[in-house]
């Protein structure tokens, strides 16, 4: 055999092998979406189950704080001591809405609500969700193995890469016994819906790079750009929670009575100022990443196309997703701008980056098109 047929040969080998390997991927992925609607609705169980213990832990507190607050209204405003014949007067409390500690509300016990039979379906969708992030994490390894790099080359590698960092997320938190249990019904919901548009809207057949992405930038810059992806989506989550859960407990403190759906539902979250708090650190951990995921792209920009910055729809939109996480930071740590209001920036944030990713890829065409979708 000659060396031009052996070559030939081995071309179709490994072509039939890439083929082979993106079915294979193909597969994996459809099975891991199977997973997680079992999952999901092993989370809805949980959830329904929980529901028929009353717990009731918000109202029981608020109502408790407002009766302290009442006795308090009817003491002087400034209380005199009498030591050694000199009045001595005590500086009166001033409690801010925001601070830290301004409701004594306790976390609620989770989406199982303290029912045994909805905690064993809260630990069998935790399983769940490990076979299915398993499942789907081999389909992403036989996606790079069928093109033979790594698979972040167009939206729809993007999209099943990005879901499952973002449960992997989930499952480390979990791993390190943080209070995240909560998240998992809203974290499975959204990533079912990513896969399934992943599959029919963007997917896209495996293909080489083009010349512009053969850097070992694409390992760097991409990777941290999903990694702080899914970071920022945990802390949207847990922000849209903050703010539902905060509304609840003032509704509750100015004497309301909520529906009953959004009392069996909020009652089990943990409360709102543990729901800001952990949404803040989330976000202020993974913004020095970002910073760098964008400074990467940078220097792999001046490389690929010899300017640092071209103010490139991407560029730009990354930026202005940089000031706005940095806004929502600033306002954290200034007086009268936390709470709601810093919450509501987060939002903004947030949506800045969903828009740099879907908006600026389907209806943009910049230097980062080449990719398709």
Same mark, same amino acid.
């Given at each position: ?46 959830? /329904? ?19 302290? +607050? ?19 007067? @005590? ?5 801010? #809405? ?5 409701? &004594?509300?306790? $976390? ?6 303290? $029912?045994?039979?909805? &905690? ?10 490990? /076979? ?24 729809? @590698? ?13 499952? +480390? ?9 909560? /998240? ?8 079912? /819906? ?68 959004? +009392? ?11 729901? &800001? ?34 103010? &490139? ?26 709470? #709601? ?33």
């Amino acid at each position: 055999m000659t060396s031009a047929a052996a070559t030939a040969l081995d071309a179709t080998t490994l072509a039939a092998t890439n083929e082979h390997l993106a079915s294979m991927s193909n597969t994996l992925i459809y099975s891991s979406m199977a997973v997680y609607t079992l999952a999901f609705f092993a989370y809805i169980f949980e959830w /329904l189950l929980g529901s028929r213990s009353r717990v009731a832990r918000t109202a029981n507190a608020l109502t408790t704080n407002v009766q302290a +607050t009442k006795a308090k209204a009817q003491a002087p405003a400034v209380a005199v001591k009498k030591a050694g014949g000199t009045a001595v007067l @005590e500086r009166p409390r001033v409690v801010v #809405r925001s601070a830290a500690g301004s409701r &004594d509300v306790p $976390d609620g016990p989770g989406a199982h609500g303290g $029912d045994e039979q909805g &905690d064993l379906y809260g630990r069998i969708a935790i399983s769940l969700t490990v /076979l299915a992030f398993l499942v789907e994490l081999a389909g992403v390894v036989a996606r790079a193995a069928s093109v033979q790099r790594a698979p972040w080359g167009n939206m729809y @590698e993007f999209n099943i890469t990005f879901s499952t960092v973002a449960v992997a997320v989930y499952l +480390t938190l979990l791993a390190l016994k943080k209070n995240v249990r909560w /998240l998992g019904l809203f974290l499975i919901t959204t990533v079912l /819906l990513d896969l399934g548009l992943a599959v029919t809207v963007l997917y896209t057949a495996s293909e080489p790079l083009v010349p512009a992405l053969h850097s070992y930038w694409l390992y760097i810059h991409v990777s941290t750009a999903i990694f702080c992806g899914a970071v920022f989506y945990v802390g949207a989550v847990a922000t849209i929670l903050y703010l539902f859960k905060d509304a609840y407990e003032s509704k509750l403190e100015n004497g309301g009575k909520p529906g009953g759906f959004a +009392t069996s539902v909020l009652e089990r979250l943990p409360a709102s100022a543990s729901l &800001d708090k952990f949404a803040y650190r989330v976000n202020a951990a993974v913004f020095p990443l970002w910073t760098f995921t964008i400074i990467a792209g940078a220097i792999w920009a001046g490389s690929a196309w010899g300017r640092y910055w071209n103010w &490139d729809p991407k560029e730009t939109w990354s930026f202005i997703t940089w000031v706005a996480y940095a806004c929502y930071l600033h306002a954290r740590a200034t007086a009268g701008w936390k709470g #709601r209001k810093a919450a509501y920036l987060a939002m903004i944030a947030f949506g800045c980056w969903l828009f740099n990713y879907y908006g600026v890829n389907i209806f943009v065409t910049g230097k980062h098109s080449y990719a398709g979708v």
